[in-house]
DNA sequence: TTGAAAGCGCTAACAT
DNA sequence: ATGTTAGCGCTTTCAA
């Protein structure tokens, strides 16, 4: 009715034959309308494009892949836990990739181990996709697969090898470096971290970014914490650390677990900021809200992923020339009411 | 090395045809040996399956697509921003998708107005997919694509026609009733109401919900308060409330909203819950840990997944059958310290 | 239980 | 600027 595209329910869907026919040309006519190639007429365009209209006609995208070898979709290996972070950064890269003019496919890997991943990775090269997206992989084990399409890792080093791999960071060691900065600058002797799995790159950067400021202003390093990600998991550090009053510091590795570890530290009667300043990790909005408001080192998440498609679109469709070098995103640090000057009698 | 798939970087990859000669079978055999298919014997699917392994073999996907007219792939329109709410739902939406063997497609549509659902379903009836699933769309307006593959609408009615549609709902109706009824249980005189955008199906089930809830009590019906989902949005809300001391209790449609609300709250000297009570929704499991730990009314998203793929897989597999009647998900209300009897002195 | 032949709907290579 | 031919790698008949 309203794109004039009428066929009768039992009626087989149209080919690109059918409208070769009505528009009075070549199905290869029709084909290099369809792919916006060059020679071809305005009035032969127009003349497809009207009769592809009429007979509400669809590009079968099995047929393209299999006579092209090329599917013009990209396949993403997601962590995916509901977090934030991960959330996030599948948002924005779900957006970049569309707006390069490709179709998204994802596998999940809850536990993002080598062997997850290289399922991921088959699943993903069965299906056909011309470029893989790999975000925050995990450090540990070897991925038997090697696929023979480009691969973006975002936020870490390649963690296998592929024929062609690029590479987006997201600044977490500067970020990192910067939150554990921010609370040395504010006066305090020295900063504890509340790590995520080990496991993780993520966990990794973070913890090698916050070592680096201790180590630069001579700051002793306390041991890691550790959690998992979770808020709960902060509450039970939290727990764990609210006993001891020589901590006045820490910087979580997560939005999450930093309000996990808060809620676990007033309960035990020390107060944020004043006894104890703590800095979260990602930049997750609702931060802004809770009490006291967390200052929070924010992921470029949007840049990284719009970065990484784009260099990674340009691998697959330019793999001769190089990409213009990726800029770092800017590192940024919101500082909001969880962070004070130490207390005055540091026992 | 492992796997003994090993072949020259330059070579093509290994076709069915290949996986035949070296099992000494025929194509058809090897085919129905890769789809479980009957009336092949033993010697000759052990002979397949070695040869398949020795030679690296992939099937490929878009082949076996254009000649059988199904994908085993099934597309998402997300309605995704980060939040937790839609991200949790994706999550197990893919788990249960990739438990039934099928891949996942995402198209995502940031609006959710009916021109950005209606281009997303384009998008995945190109790629071919064999069922589509519509999370908690829009209200308004008029989608004009009518998908010839089976559509599952999770937490709403059908949004617009299909070859066949089937629904599961997430229960908010009786989740936003629970919520307000524990307020008013509670002692409250009446319970207000913080919405989101009203186009959103889940809009208008929480606040149904919400009603009728009051009036089986006999409550007066106050004015709506407008949200976006957003923690800032129920900040503003927040703001907008505090200097009215009748509101002893608060339902937000969303828990991000609800941290937002009583942050305001609290900044302008109300006290929660002595003062005002506030329920969330969703059941963000952060929300254990912000103060006061925040009384939500958690979504079945996990079942409301498994249960929608179950049903949407029966019906692209068999279509003529009916599927056992979904059962509906429990409602559980968390009940946190975010709630608490009215103040003595209601004003 | 197995195989031979004929497409699926499109694009690539080579005309014209 | 346009058309013709020959596949892409698999599944579907249908026959053996």
Known sequence: MTSGAERGAGAPAPRSADVARVAGVSRKTV??????????SDEARRRVLAAAEKLGYRLNHAARALASGRTRSIGVVALGTAGYGTASLLVHIEHAVRD????LRIVNTPDGGPDGIAGALESLLEQGVDGIVVSEPI??????????????????????????????????????????????????????????????YATRDRIEGWQAALAARGAHEPPLLNGDWSAASGYAAGRALASDTSVTAVFAAGDEMAIGLIHALREAGRRVPQDISVVGFDGNPVCAYVSPPLTTARQPFEAAAREGIRLLVHTIEQPDTDPPPASDPPVELIVRGSTAPPPPLPR
């Open 31 to 40: 084909s290099r309308v369809l792919n916006n190639e060059p020679y071809v």
């Open 139 to 200: 450090v540990e084990g070897k991925v038997q697969v090697r696929p023979d399409v480009p691969v973006l890792f975002i936020g870490a080093p390649p963690a296998f090898t592929a024929t062609r791999t690029v590479t987006v960071g997201v600044g977490a060691h500067d970020l990192a470096r910067a939150a554990t900065e921010h609370l040395l600058d504010l006066g305090h002797a020295t900063v504890h971290h509340l790590a995520g799995p080990r496991r993780w």
């Open 100 to 103: 390069a003019g490709y179709a």
